[in-house]
């Protein structure tokens, strides 16, 4: 069996952790994140936030990137006024992966943007979000489904060329697309569900969950491109 790819998932930074007896600031991830790397044959490390001179660095050690989902980017970030239905700014976190993103397009580190990270992609790049979007969080605190429809001929469609049922949570959304990237799957209603930076540099972003559900075909090609990568 070759060697599992490393491949890097940002994390949360949390005040008020528990565990035992214990009430810390922790460095958190939805055990999904790494579940999914290791079934999809890599070896998952945790990146909590970190001063963004050291983004370079980190991602070096890295065969691939995961930018995981989590809190609203804060609107300053793509030039907006706040929405009072935006969430509170996690400026650490912004600041952190928008280094790690800008680092793995530089030294070409295949790249995953899941939920907010396909947001934090498209807005490293230039582009801006929708604050509020009714429809795609039903329930507070409750993964949805609904069905996306890849755009043939994109490096999405060749992962899963059929529509595809997605576990879903998030109430933004990509609006103007950032420098390159193109549209690579849709949801019924229109929204933007998947984008991509076409090219030889493997990059995509999902709006959707894939850590919530059984389908790992995203995640293997992530480590598939990060073990073709490597040097």
């Known amino acids: 069996m070759p060697d599992r790819p490393l491949?890097?998932?940002?994390?949360?930074?949390?005040?008020?952790?528990?565990?035992?007896?214990?009430?810390?600031?922790?460095?958190?991830?939805?055990?999904?994140?790494?579940?999914?790397?290791?079934?999809?044959?890599?070896?998952?490390?945790?990146?909590?936030?970190?001063?963004?001179?050291?983004?370079?660095?980190?991602?070096?050690?890295?065969?691939?990137?995961?930018?995981?989902?989590?809190?609203?980017?804060?609107?300053?970030?793509?030039?907006?006024?706040?929405?009072?239905?935006?969430?509170?700014?996690?400026?650490?976190?912004?600041?952190?992966?928008?280094?790690?993103?800008?680092a793995a397009l530089a030294a070409r580190v295949p790249l995953l943007g899941i939920c907010r990270g396909m947001q934090l992609l498209n807005v490293a790049l230039g582009g801006t979000l929708v604050q509020h979007l009714e429809g795609h969080a039903e329930v507070v605190g409750v993964f949805g489904r609904h069905p996306v429809k890849p755009v043939p001929g994109t490096l999405y469609a060749g992962i899963a060329p059929e529509e595809t049922s997605v576990p879903t949570y998030h109430h933004q959304s990509v609006d103007r697309l950032g420098a390159g990237l193109v549209p690579c799957a849709h949801a019924e209603d229109g929204t933007l569900e998947a984008v991509e930076l076409p090219g030889e540099h493997w990059v995509l972003g999902v709006q959707w969950h894939p850590e919530m559900g059984e389908d790992v075909r995203v995640m293997k090609a992530l480590v598939e491109a990060s073990r073709a990568a490597r040097p």
Do not use: C, F, K, N
């Open 7 to 102: 491949i890097g998932v940002s994390t949360y930074l949390e005040v008020a952790a528990r565990w035992g007896t214990w009430e810390l600031e922790a460095a958190l991830l939805p055990a999904g994140y790494p579940r999914l790397a290791q079934r999809a044959g890599g070896l998952a490390a945790m990146l909590p936030p970190d001063a963004p001179e050291h983004a370079a660095a980190t991602v070096a050690r890295l065969d691939g990137l995961v930018i995981a989902g989590g809190p609203d980017v804060e609107p300053v970030r793509y030039g907006a006024e706040r929405d009072p239905r935006t969430g509170p700014p996690a400026r650490e976190r912004d600041a952190w992966e928008l280094a790690l993103i800008e």
